[in-house]
């Protein structure tokens, strides 16, 4: 049986998803005529209590887009040590914006700490670098930041005169994951990126949400990355089923990555954790290869980074192919312990 378990960005658009994308109205977002965009932002603005929204091509154009809106050259951004923007962003911020990552270490469970966050901020001098931004994200690889940490975090850049931006490429799972709306986490944030291509299951898309001001300066610096798309709403439709379609659901891709996680652990041979639509498996170093033929043989790819590797649940993966995915490790372990 053939699954990808590679990433929640695999799904292809359902038969409702391509009907809504198909009958979309549409009009040339680059003159703001596009109805379809516009209702999708004015529906992300709402979902996030913000006053604007922007819809942008990627998660890393509107990661982008935002920390320029947000810095000046020579300013510095903090960050956590393991985030997607500092790690995998091909340092955007740096080529194109003159501004420099200040990376925070962060614990088991991907999160800073407010004293970590107020020691990482320059005394005000003509050496330093001005620090200007935070940069926060959730879920971190699939590990939720809870609504408290992330508010005292945000509220803690605030108070040193920082502005906020949260990469919420999977806030939706943080958000149902903790029984929560996503504006539970945004009090104190100022800007936060939410990718609709992700567990959402849409082909493409990411909304990025904060005051009119910064957005306004997104807009342009969206313009300046050749993000202004034209008949667009037809994306957007994807964008605006999948919010309305596809976020309680969530819940069917933990409860799978926790299954996953369930059949794993009767393997002695195992370490793992899994957080919301992620499992990650470190096998012994000696099988790692014969175990990636054995599950490549039967049709099941995933992440094989060594030396652990990712599964991740998501719209295009079902019971059974969970099922077919533990019973493929067992069969490969069960004279191997
Ligand atoms: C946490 C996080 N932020 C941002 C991104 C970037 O999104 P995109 O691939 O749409 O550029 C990703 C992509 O995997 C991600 O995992």
């Given at each position: 049986?053939?699954?990808?378990?590679?990433?929640?960005?695999?799904?292809?658009?359902?038969?409702?998803?391509?009907s809504?994308?198909?009958?979309?109205?549409?009009?040339?977002?680059?003159?703001?005529?596009?109805?379809?965009?516009?209702?999708?932002?004015?529906?992300?603005?709402?979902?996030?209590?913000?006053?604007?929204?922007?819809?942008?091509?990627?998660?890393?154009?509107?990661?982008?887009?935002?920390?320029?809106?947000?810095?000046?050259?020579?300013d510095?951004?903090?960050?956590?040590?393991?985030?997607?923007?500092?790690?995998?962003?091909?340092?955007?911020?740096a080529?194109?914006?003159?501004?420099?990552?200040?990376?925070?270490?962060?614990?088991?469970?991907?999160?800073?700490?407010?004293?970590?966050?107020?020691?990482?901020?320059?005394?005000?001098?003509?050496?330093?670098?001005?620090?200007?931004?935070?940069?926060l994200?959730?879920?971190?690889?699939?590990?939720?930041?809870?609504?408290?940490?992330?508010?005292?975090?945000?509220?803690?850049?605030?108070?040193?005169?920082?502005?906020?931006?949260?990469?919420?490429?999977?806030?939706?799972?943080?958000?149902?994951?903790?029984?929560?709306?996503?504006?539970?986490?945004?009090?104190?944030?100022?800007?936060?990126?939410?990718?609709?291509?992700?567990?959402?299951?849409?082909?493409?898309?990411?909304?990025?949400?904060?005051?009119?001001?910064?957005?306004?300066?997104?807009?342009r610096?969206?313009?300046?990355?050749?993000?202004?798309?034209?008949?667009?709403?037809?994306?957007?439709?994807?964008?605006?089923?999948?919010l309305?379609?596809?976020?309680?659901?969530?819940?069917?891709?933990?409860a799978?990555?926790?299954?996953?996680?369930?059949?794993?652990?009767?393997?002695?041979?195992?370490?793992?954790?899994?957080?919301?639509?992620?499992?990650?498996?470190?096998?012994?170093?000696?099988?790692?290869?014969?175990?990636?033929?054995?599950?490549?043989?039967?049709?099941?790819?995933?992440?094989?980074?060594?030396p652990?590797?990712?599964?991740?649940?998501?719209?295009?993966?079902?019971?059974?192919q969970?099922?077919?995915?533990?019973?493929?490790?067992?069969?490969?372990?069960?004279?191997?312990t």
């Amino acid at each position: 049986m053939n699954a990808d378990f590679r990433s929640d960005t695999v799904t292809v658009a359902s038969p409702a998803m391509r009907s809504a994308m198909a009958s979309a109205d549409v009009g040339d977002d680059v003159y703001g005529e596009d109805p379809t965009v516009n209702r999708l932002q004015d529906h992300v603005a709402a979902l996030t209590g913000k006053e604007a929204a922007l819809f942008l091509t990627s998660g890393t154009q509107s990661n982008l887009a935002a920390l320029l809106a947000h810095c000046q050259r020579g300013d510095e951004f903090i960050i956590g040590s393991e985030y997607h923007i500092f790690l995998n962003e091909a340092a955007g911020a740096a080529a194109f914006g003159g501004a420099s990552p200040w990376p925070v270490e962060v614990d088991a469970n991907g999160s800073l700490t407010p004293d970590a966050v107020r020691a990482a901020v320059r005394e005000p001098d003509q050496h330093h670098p001005v620090s200007r931004l935070l940069c926060l994200e959730n879920t971190v690889n699939g590990r939720v930041q809870p609504v408290d940490l992330v508010d005292k975090l945000a509220a803690t850049g605030q108070d040193c005169d920082l502005a906020v931006h949260l990469d919420g490429a999977r806030l939706f799972n943080a958000a149902v994951a903790s029984g929560v709306d996503i504006d539970a986490f945004l009090d104190h944030v100022d800007t936060v990126s939410l990718c609709l291509s992700k567990g959402l299951g849409a082909p493409a898309g990411t909304v990025l949400a904060g005051d009119r001001a910064t957005i306004d300066r997104a807009f342009r610096a969206r313009k300046m990355l050749g993000g202004g798309m034209r008949q667009v709403g037809h994306l957007a439709a994807a964008g605006l089923h999948a919010l309305e379609h596809n976020i309680d659901r969530l819940a069917d891709d933990h409860a799978r990555a926790e299954r996953i996680a369930e059949g794993f652990r009767a393997i002695d041979a195992l370490s793992l954790t899994q957080d919301t639509n992620m499992v990650w498996v470190t096998p012994p170093a000696e099988h790692h290869d014969d175990l990636v033929a054995h599950l490549e043989s039967e049709g099941l790819s995933a992440c094989f980074w060594k030396p652990t590797m990712r599964f991740v649940t998501h719209l295009d993966i079902d019971d059974a192919q969970v099922e077919a995915l533990i019973d493929t490790f067992q069969r490969f372990f069960a004279d191997r312990t």
